[in-house]
């Protein structure tokens, strides 16, 4: 039954697919807002050392255990001789699918903008929160109705993904993503010229370069630690799965490195842009308004550009692109594990699991604005809560999930399967990983206490993030 492993075709193929996972919604929809809440620099700060002290150890090691076993999430620890830690993936495999549920739908809703800048800007200059909520369901006259455009949209981005896989990883993920990277960290800069020349743009970059540490609080390391492994792909075994098509002769440590650098730096890019913007357009009370950040604040500076509409379109397209690497990267992981573990075709698989994400994520959607829909929520200080269904999605991904995966890879390569094993691996083919001594501590001790540690206290303060 044994079938050759696919792997990437070229090195520049793996980083950019991995960097094409990494960099996402993430990076662009939700950094600047978690950035601003955090007090500016001072999350900043907080962010990169979590990157570097939590982040990069975990993803090395990831990918070091996909590189070993090869075999996806699940079956990767039974391979390596550890049946009893297949849970690990299938907590990943979980929350791979949970976070893809509403991820499909927010690809929808930039897709959705594209056509906006493309068919009609001014609709969206005119009134940019009353469009973003309009696309939700929720008019300026406080009635609602479903959410027909967004769903809509939503619908041909899962197909738009689910074709990508079928194709498979070589031709489809690969080629995407050697076009769709170096663009959007043009576009970046272009961009951030332009936010930077906006008048009343300095208060943003002031406020983005200052510490203001009343606004940090335990709340703010959590945000800070979600945001990190979310925007990195990690704690979802999602790095497992792109290891095991990584040839021996790959890098692991310079590899990490470059993907982690490459994702952090279009995040802090994006807050630089984003941020600023809004000071200068909206205004500061603005910021961090709604899931919206991404969507209504960016309006006012393309309106001010010469040309806005058309660097418009091409933001969103571009953020379009670097949401499909993404969701491609989260629904391969899936996938790969359905037809490792069923007797399912790639194909049906593909088909009928997105499916599934896609209309699960409607509640995601719908109780944005237009429906009451509830999730149940518990943490110490609250009890339980009732929190609306789409804050109850990201909470199960971004603090449990998330975290507890990354926390039992952590566990299971520093005390069970060993970083000695870990090493070897980044040191197949005579490569040396001169930082191994400092991974060891890390992976052993520094990343279980820290996550452990978030993790017990975000139940116990229980403290709402949006
Ligand atoms: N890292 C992606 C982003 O920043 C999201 C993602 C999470 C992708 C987990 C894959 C796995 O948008």
Redesign the pocket.
């Known amino acids: 039954m044994e079938k050759t492993r696919a792997q990437w075709g070229s090195k520049v193929g793996f980083i950019l697919a991995a960097a094409g996972?990494?960099?996402?919604?993430?990076?662009i929809w939700k950094f600047p807002g978690r950035a601003f809440e955090g007090g500016g620099g001072s999350f900043l700060l907080i962010y990169l050392l979590i990157v570097i002290f939590l982040g990069v150890p975990l993803m090395l090691t990831e990918l070091s255990v996909g590189r070993a076993s090869q075999a996806s999430v699940v079956s990767a620890f039974q391979k390596l001789g550890h049946k009893g830690y297949s849970w690990i993936g299938w907590i990943g495999v979980a929350g791979?699918f949970v976070?893809t549920c509403y991820?499909c739908h927010v690809g929808g809703w930039v897709l959705r903008y594209v056509f906006g800048y493309a068919v009609d800007a001014s609709a969206i200059y005119s009134d940019s929160p009353g469009y973003f909520y309009q696309m939700l369901g929720y008019h300026a006259d406080g009635s609602t109705s479903f959410p027909w455009v967004a769903v809509l949209f939503a619908a041909v981005f899962m197909a738009l993904t689910a074709i990508v896989i079928i194709r498979g990883v070589e031709s489809g993920i690969e080629r995407f993503n050697k076009i769709g990277m170096p663009a959007l960290f043009i576009l970046l800069l272009i961009l951030l010229f332009r936010a930077a020349t906006l008048p009343g743009a300095s208060a943003g970059f002031r406020y983005m370069l200052s510490f203001d540490w009343s606004k940090v609080s335990f709340e703010t390391v959590l945000a800070a630690l979600g945001q990190a492994f979310?925007?990195?792909?990690i704690g979802?075994a999602?790095m497992i799965t792109y290891g095991s098509y990584l040839p021996k002769t790959e890098n692991i440590g310079k590899n990490t490195m470059l993907i982690c650098a490459m994702?952090t730096l279009v995040a802090i890019l994006a807050g630089f842009i984003i941020v600023p913007a809004v000071f200068a357009t909206l205004g500061r009370d603005q910021v961090g308004k709604g899931g919206g950040f991404a969507f209504v604040s960016l309006a006012g500076v393309f309106e001010q550009m010469p040309g806005g509409s058309l660097f418009g379109i091409l933001f969103y397209l571009l953020l379009l692109f670097?949401?499909l690497t993404?969701?491609i990267?989260?629904v391969e992981s899936i996938v790969a594990f359905t037809t490792e573990r069923f007797p399912w075709e790639r194909r049906s698989a593909t088909i009928g699991v997105c499916t599934v994400m896609f209309l699960i994520g409607c509640l995601y959607t719908c109780s944005q604005a237009a429906f009451p829909i509830k999730g149940v929520w518990f943490d110490a200080a609250n009890g339980v809560s009732f929190p609306p269904f789409c804050d109850f999605m990201e909470f199960l991904t971004d603090r449990v999930m998330i975290p507890v995966c990354a926390l039992g890879c952590c566990v299971f390569v520093g005390w069970v399967w060993r970083p000695e094993n870990a090493i070897a691996e980044m040191e197949q083919n005579g490569i040396r990983f001169g930082l191994a001594p400092v991974y060891r501590v890390l992976v052993k001790y520094v990343a279980p206490l820290a996550i452990l540690t978030i993790l017990i206290m975000s139940f116990a303060t229980g403290k709402t993030l949006s």
Not at 21 to 27: H, I
Request: charge should be negative; include cysteine.
């Open positions: 996972s990494a960099v996402g919604l993430g990076n791979a976070i991820y979310y925007s990195l792909s979802m999602i994702d670097a949401a993404s969701c990267s989260l």
